[in-house]
C-alpha cells in the first residue's frame, strides 16, 4: 500500500473512531437525562402520595379519638351539638351538608345543561367565542365574594319576597353555590356536547327529527358520561365550599326542617369553631372527624371521576 492510501486509510479510521466515540457519547447523555427526569417524576410522585395519606393520617389518627368519648351512634345520629354539656352530635352538620349538595345539584344540574346545550347547539360561533371566556373567568372569582353579595343582596331579597324575618338558610347557600358551581358544570358538559360526532346529528336530521329532538334525543344521550362527570365534579365543589356557605347559612346547629331556617354544615361548623378550641379536647377531635369526613368524600368523588374517565359510563 502506498504511502497516501495509508494515511488516508488512517484518517478513515480515526474519523470512524471520533463519530462512534460521540455517538456513544450523545446516546450515554441521552439515557443519563432519561433516568434522572424518570427519577424526579417518581420521586414527585411519592412525594405527592406521602403528603396525601400523611393528611389522611393526620385527619383520621385525630378524629378517631373522639370515639374514646363519644359513641360512633352518638357522633352520626344524634342532633345535640353542645360541646360545652360533653353532647357532640354531628347528625345536623352530616345532614346539612348532603341536603345542601342535593339543593345545589337540583337547581345547577338542569341549568347547566341548558346553559352547554344554548352554547354547543344554538349560538353562533362568534357568540360562543364570546361567551365561553367568560364563563372561564367565572371559576376564578374567589368564594367569598360570592358569599359577601349573598349576604348584602340576596338575603334582604329572600326576606322580601318571602316575608321571614331571617333569610339565611339551606335556600340563600344553595343559590349562592348554584352560582359557583354553573360555570364549571356548564363548561364541561359544554365540551361533552361538542365533542360528540357530527354523523350523529346528520342521521337524526336524515330520519325526520328536528332540533329538538336531535339535542335531547340523540346528543344529550350520548354525552352523558361527560355531563356525569361535570355533574360529580361540581358536587365534589359544593360539598368543600366553605367561605360563600359560612357566610349566607346561617351557622345555626340545628336541624333545616325548612328552606329558610338557619342551619350549619360541616365546612362551616369546622370554620366557625376551630380557632377556640384546645387541641387536647373532645370537641377538637370531633371537629378534626369532620374534616376527616369530608376528605373521604372528596376522595370518593376524585375516584368515581377516574373510574368514569378510564371506563366510561355504559350507554
Given at each position: ?103 345545589t345539584m337540583l337547581i345547577a344540574m338542569p ?44 338575603i334582604p331579597l329572600l326576606r322580601d319576597v ?74 365534589a365543589r359544593a360539598i368543600g365550599e366553605t ?73
Amino acid at each position: 500500500m502506498s504511502a497516501p492510501a495509508s494515511a488516508a486509510a488512517k484518517e478513515l479510521g480515526t474519523s470512524l473512531k471520533t463519530n462512534s466515540g460521540s455517538t456513544f457519547g450523545r446516546r450515554a447523555r441521552l439515557a443519563f437525562y432519561n433516568r434522572t427526569f424518570k427519577t424526579i417524576c417518581v420521586v414527585c410522585a411519592v412525594f405527592v402520595c406521602i403528603i396525601l395519606f400523611s393528611i389522611l393520617f393526620l385527619m383520621g389518627r385525630t378524629g378517631i379519638l373522639t370515639f374514646q368519648y363519644v359513641s360512633p351512634l352518638e357522633f352520626f345520629f344524634s342532633t345535640e351539638w353542645v360541646p360545652e354539656n360533653e353532647q357532640y352530635g354531628a347528625f345536623v352538620f352530616i345532614f346539612g351538608t348532603f341536603a345542601l349538595t342535593a339543593l345545589t345539584m337540583l337547581i345547577a344540574m338542569p341549568l347547566s345543561i341548558l346553559i352547554a346545550v344554548f352554547l354547543a347547539e344554538v349560538t353562533p360561533p362568534w357568540l360562543r367565542a364570546m361567551l365561553r371566556p367568560v364563563l372561564d373567568l367565572l371559576v376564578g372569582i374567589p368564594s367569598v365574594v360570592y358569599g359577601f353579595l349573598g349576604m348584602t343582596l340576596l338575603i334582604p331579597l329572600l326576606r322580601d319576597v318571602t316575608g321571614t324575618t331571617m333569610g339565611d338558610g339551606l335556600l340563600a347557600a344553595a343559590i349562592v353555590l348554584t352560582i359557583m358551581v354553573l360555570p364549571t358544570i356548564s363548561r364541561i358538559s359544554d365540551d361533552a356536547i361538542t365533542a360528540v360526532p357530527k354523523k350523529y346529528r346528520d342521521a337524526s336530521y336524515a330520519l325526520g327529527g328536528n332540533r329538538f329532538q336531535t339535542t335531547f334525543k340523540v346528543v344529550l344521550p350520548a354525552a352523558r358520561s361527560g355531563i356525569m362527570y361535570a355533574g360529580i365534579l361540581g358536587m365534589a365543589r359544593a360539598i368543600g365550599e366553605t367561605m360563600a356557605v359560612v357566610m349566607v347559612i346561617g351557622n345555626t346547629p340545628q336541624l333545616a326542617n325548612s328552606l329558610l331556617k338557619p342551619t350549619s354544615v360541616l365546612t362551616s361548623n369546622i370554620v366557625m369553631q376551630i380557632a377556640n378550641v384546645p387541641f387536647d379536647s373532645t370537641w377538637n377531635y370531633a371537629l378534626y372527624l369532620m374534616g376527616f369526613l369530608l376528605l373521604v368524600i372528596s376522595l370518593l368523588m376524585i375516584v368515581l371521576i377516574r373510574f368514569m374517565q378510564r371506563k366510561g359510563v355504559q350507554r
